[in-house]
């Protein structure tokens, strides 16, 4: 296999103490924990359009990283992003990637020809995965990148760019497919509007409906097992887009009767950029039974928009791999870095600083979290929060047995609410930070 890393070196766990910048300080692949190795429970996944596509390029400037990966024939060039990527899996002990169809293989002419350059490397994507025992985590269709979706994909008020998004989605598919892939995401691009003076929402919503339901029906028909993810964003690129945020979606799942076949893929900057914390919208996603694969990030909270940084905040992994032991853990999905080095950090050695910077942050955080399972208190102090509920018009209310005669009566004798319990937020937070540092 061609190397295009030569400086990289393969990189080891070696302990908290190590101040090795290109080793593991946490994350122990092999290391077995919970009844199984880490790699299984994290589930790492290289980003193929950050890590091997994105150059830096800003609304200032142009490429500062260097990804040309010498040559500047297309299809060659497609080649060696695939022989790379490998590579980096193997350096960093990754076994999954995620893709959207233009990632590895340039947009031709024509459908037909962007269709035959998918094949060529898919192709050559197959060889690989078998012989570095790699998998892909989730394929992905770019209907946003091109001219063409300008008003969006599905939404568009263009029929032929529809029947075009149908087109390509379908072969994102059979490549997915072919590939073997665990998953396949929706993310709506540029599903939405900017707007109303322009824009037919009901009509827009409805085949933003049909496109999934056509589409997914499709992969089952042709043997997809793995599981759909819709990605909500709340804007950027388009003001209002559809799938704002986890709860917006599983209302829209609902209506259409397409709940059943989709799960989430939580970004944690989505989530951010939606009002809501990571841990919410994660637990939003698994109280309502939707909890699929995560887009594993984090946004800054002075920027307003979509910066997809390297994860390294030890609270949010935390509270996040809670969710995710709270959820069952990962079935189809994974941790997928949609994250890229800053424009400034523009080598490869970066690009692997930052992997490695994630990856021990996610697997501090699930060390943590298993802490905070083990610990307890927390949980505890949850179900003692409701134990109103476990005795008396409580238990009638829970077991739905009471009726509104019955909790009227009730009230009336009562007068009023006699007690309310603290909710002792801060003492909770110093729990935490407890388990976390002591
Ligand atoms: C965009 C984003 C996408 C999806 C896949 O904000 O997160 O890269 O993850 O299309
Ligand atoms: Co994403």
Known sequence: MKEFFPEIPIIKYEGKKSENPLAFRFYDPDEVIAGKPMREHLKFAVAYWHTMCAGGTDMFGVDTHDKTFGTSDPMEHAKNKAYAIFELMNKLSIDYFCFHDRDIAPEGRTLAESNER???????????????????????????????????????????????????????????????????????????????????MGLELDNMAHLLRITSEYGRKIGFKGDYYIEPKPKEPTKHQYDFD???????????????????????????LAGHTFQHEL????????????????????????????????????LCMLEVLKAGGFTNGGLNFDAKARRGSNTWEDTVYAHIAGMDAFALGFRM????????????????????????????????????????????????????????????????????FC
């Open 283 to 318: 637990a939003m996603a698994r109280v309502n039974g939707a909890f699929g694969s995560i887009d594993a990030n984090i946004g800054d909270m002075l920027l307003g928009w979509d910066t997809d940084q390297f994860p390294t905040n030890i609270y949010d992994t935390t």
């Open 118 to 200: 998918l094949d060529v490397i898919t192709d050559l994507m197959a060889e690989l995965m078998k012989e570095n025992g790699k998998k892909l985590l989730w394929g992905t269709a770019n209907c946003f990148g091109n001219p063409r979706y300008m008003h969006g994909a599905g939404t568009s008020p263009n029929a032929d760019v529809f029947a075009f998004a149908a087109a390509q989605i379908k072969k994102a598919i059979e490549i997915t497919v072919k590939l073997g892939g665990n998953g396949y995401v929706y993310w709506g691009g540029r599903e939405g509007y900017e707007t109303l003076l322009n824009t037919d």
């Open 246 to 272: 986890a709860a917006t979606v599983i209302g829209f799942l609902n209506k259409h009767g397409l709940s059943k076949d989709f799960k989430l893929n939580i970004e944690a900057n989505h989530a951010t």
């Open 369 to 436: 979290a298993l802490k905070i399972m083990d610990d307890g208190r927390l949980d505890t102090f949850v179900k003692n929060r409701y134990a109103s509920y476990s005795e008396g018009i409580g238990k009638k209310i829970l077991d739905r047995s009471a009726t509104i005669e019955e909790l009227e009566a009730y009230a009336l004798q009562m007068g009023d609410v006699k007690t309310n319990t603290s909710g002792r937020q801060e003492y909770l937070e110093n729990v935490l930070n407890g388990i976390l």
